[in-house]
């Protein structure tokens, strides 16, 4: 069992910066290919970004390819994802997830074996 716990959201103004931590609750995150997702009020839950185990592989929507950036740290146990250049639509809760690292499709949600609580990103106009 994997617990996963984001941090990092706010409230930031259109064109701001928020930085986006999961810290994951296992001696083995190195084998989980990990990934962001989000939902915002009255609409299904959307793939924002994905990673793989090594890291070596990331994978972005393209609504927010060139802005956001994810990362991982294997020695931390924890993923990243920076977000710049935030638009109002950006506005959404951000859940973090994680998949074994054998498994395919990291944009896919139905891959994805563990999920956080979520964490509310809001950006104002």
């Known amino acids: 069992q994997v617990q996963l716990v984001e941090s990092g959201g706010g409230l930031v103004q259109a064109g701001g910066s928020l930085r986006l931590s999961c810290a994951a609750s296992?001696?083995?995150?190195?084998?989980?290919?990990m990934g962001w997702f989000r939902q915002a009020p009255g609409k299904e839950r959307e793939f924002v970004a994905g990673?793989?185990?090594?890291?070596?592989?990331?994978y972005y929507a393209d609504s927010v390819k060139g802005r956001f950036t994810i990362s991982r740290d294997n020695a931390k146990n924890t993923q990243y994802l920076q977000m710049n250049s935030l638009k109002p639509e950006d506005t959404a809760v951000y859940y973090c997830?994680?998949?074994?690292?054998?498994?395919?499709?990291?944009?896919?949600?139905?891959?994805?074996?563990?999920w956080g609580q979520g964490t509310q990103v809001t950006v104002s106009s």
């Open positions: 990673i793989n185990w090594t890291g070596g592989g990331t």
């Open positions: 997830a994680a998949a074994d690292r054998t498994k395919v499709g990291v944009r896919n949600a139905k891959t994805f074996d563990y």
């Open positions: 296992t001696r083995t995150f190195s084998n989980y290919n």
